[in-house]
Every structure is written in structure tokens, then in C-alpha cells.
Nanobody, 122 residues
Framework: QVQVVESGGGLVQAGGSLRLSCVVS????????LGWFRQAPGKEREFVAAISWLTSTSYPDSVKGRFTISRDNAKSTVYLQMNSLRPEDTAVYYC????????????????WGQGTQVTVSS
């Protein structure tokens, strides 16, 4: 059974930084596509970042240049470094794992974590 567990959320002032971590259990971590999504109250789940098994990455324009996704296969962990945070980045952030590369589609992901809250104050 695959488990996805996020950590690292919290409260930060605008302009600050946070690093989220996500541990994905299972014997095939290196073959997963790993993604981060977020969901603010009253809004749909939004794609934030993804990284392939070959470390190709994808970002929407809203976070490009501010957020960086990376992975450590030896630790079965994916990270999301978030810099220059803005109040509109406030959301619950979810980590997800997939077997195929369709990074922006939530339906492509097979396993999801419970989420971690990120709050950016102005």
C-alpha cells in the first residue's frame, strides 16, 4: 500500500519562504511522477509543480520562478521550495504520485496525501 505524507506547511509573511516535504512509501519511488497541487477555500484544486522520473519539471506561470520542485530518490522524498510567497499562495498543498506523465491533470495521479496548510499573511 502506497502512503503519501506531506509536511512543512505553516504561517509565513508575504515575501518569505517555506519548504514542503513529501515522503512516498513503496518500492518504486524512482519511477513515480510526483506532483504538488493546492486548493484554497471555495476554489478548485490547482496544479503547482511536477517532476518526472527523469527530473523533467513543469510549473504553471503563477509560480514559475518562485517555486522549485526536486526529488531525492534515496529518501523517497519530493520537495517544494517556495520563495517570494504571496497571500494568494495560501491554500492546502497536496502531494501526489503518478505512473504516467500528464503533470497538470489531477486525474493522472494515483496516490494523494492528506495535505498541509500554507498560510501567507500580508
Amino acid at each position: 500500500q502506497v502512503q503519501v505524507v506531506e509536511s512543512g506547511g505553516g504561517l509565513v509573511q508575504a515575501g518569505g519562504s517555506l519548504r514542503l516535504s513529501c515522503v512516498v512509501s513503496g518500492r518504486t519511488f524512482s519511477s513515480y511522477v510526483l506532483g504538488w497541487f493546492r486548493q484554497a477555500p471555495g476554489k478548485e484544486r490547482e496544479f503547482v509543480a511536477a517532476i518526472s522520473w527523469l527530473t523533467s519539471t513543469s510549473y504553471p506561470d503563477s509560480v514559475k520562478g518562485r517555486f522549485t520542485i526536486s526529488r531525492d530518490n534515496a529518501k523517497s522524498t519530493v520537495y517544494l521550495q517556495m520563495n517570494s510567497l504571496r497571500p494568494e499562495d495560501t491554500a492546502v498543498y497536496y502531494c501526489a504520485a503518478a505512473y504516467r506523465w500528464d503533470p497538470r491533470s489531477p486525474a493522472a495521479y494515483d496516490y494523494w496525501g492528506q495535505g498541509t496548510q500554507v498560510t501567507v499573511s500580508s
